[in-house]
Antibody
Framework: VQLVESGGGLVQPGKSLKLSCSAS????????MHWIRQAPGKGLDWVAY???????VYADAVKGRFTISRDNAKNTLYLQLNSLKSEDTAIYYC??????????WGQGVMVTVSS | DIVMTQGALPNPVPSGESVSITCRSS???????????LNWYLQRPGQSPQLLIY???TRASGVSDRFSGSGSGTDFTLTINPVQADDIATYYC?????????FGGGTKLELK
């Protein structure tokens, strides 16, 4: 199982960014997937979930601003981040939902929101 | 939302000792299927989190039997026995009983 995030970077407040998570080593379409973030020096903070049938759930802090999606043909998970705020600055991890919320995690991608 | 509260450790801990990390949830994590949806993760410095324990007491694949999980519906313990140098990390409990999925604040383990 391998999960590789990409798409992070430095972005100004109010702007947008799209993260990707490329999955391999398992049948991607059969698993729910999560995005979980970690602000610098802080703990883990769940962001969003998409089921194998593409049902979605969001944390209140990102609802209406972030969109989780998946492309099973490309074995890729996405997170569209709009109207970014400084408090969205964090490492963003994708994680596979197995017997737990995250039985496998990616290496993470850094998003910095600053002017 | 379910609030997860973790206890602190009396750091630093002597290598070779037994260490217990506590976690409490604001609501029972016991589900109608008989499983308790409490997970433990460790995160070494500069690395991604990795799963240690799920369903309160089931070790994830490849996890050393030095790690064990126990508890009730709302009070949980991760025990490391004996603790080794490679265990230096921050440990997180997390509930997957219901959304939003929530984590404890983390417990840092330092060795003497």
């Amino acid at each position: 199982v391998q999960l590789v995030e990409s798409g992070g970077g430095l972005v100004q407040p109010g702007k947008s960014l799209k993260l990707s998570c490329s999955a391999s080593g398992f049948t991607f379409s059969s698993y729910g997937m999560h995005w979980i973030r970690q602000a610098p020096g802080k703990g883990l903070d769940w962001v969003a979930y998409i089921s194998s049938s593409s049902g979605t759930v969001y944390a209140d802090a990102v609802k209406g601003r972030f969109t989780i999606s998946r492309d099973n043909a490309k074995n890729t998970l996405y997170l569209q981040l709009n109207s970014l705020k400084s408090e969205d600055t964090a490492i963003y991890y994708c994680a596979r939902e197995g017997s737990s919320t995250g039985d496998y995690w990616g290496q993470g991608v850094m998003v910095t929101v600053s002017s | 939302d379910i609030v997860m509260t973790q206890g602190a450790l009396p750091n630093p801990v002597p290598s070779g000792e037994s260490v217990s990390i506590t976690c409490r949830s604001s609501k029972s994590l016991l589900y109608s299927d008989g499983k308790t949806y409490l997970n433990w993760y460790l995160q070494r410095p500069g690395q991604s989190p990795q799963l240690l324990i799920y369903w309160m007491s089931t070790r994830a694949s490849g996890v050393s039997d030095r790690f064990s999980g126990s508890g009730s519906g709302t009070d949980f313990t991760l025990t490391i026995n004996p603790v080794q140098a490679d265990d230096i990390a921050t440990y997180y409990c997390q509930q997957s009983r219901e959304s939003p999925w929530t984590f404890g604040g983390g417990t840092k383990l330092e060795l003497k």
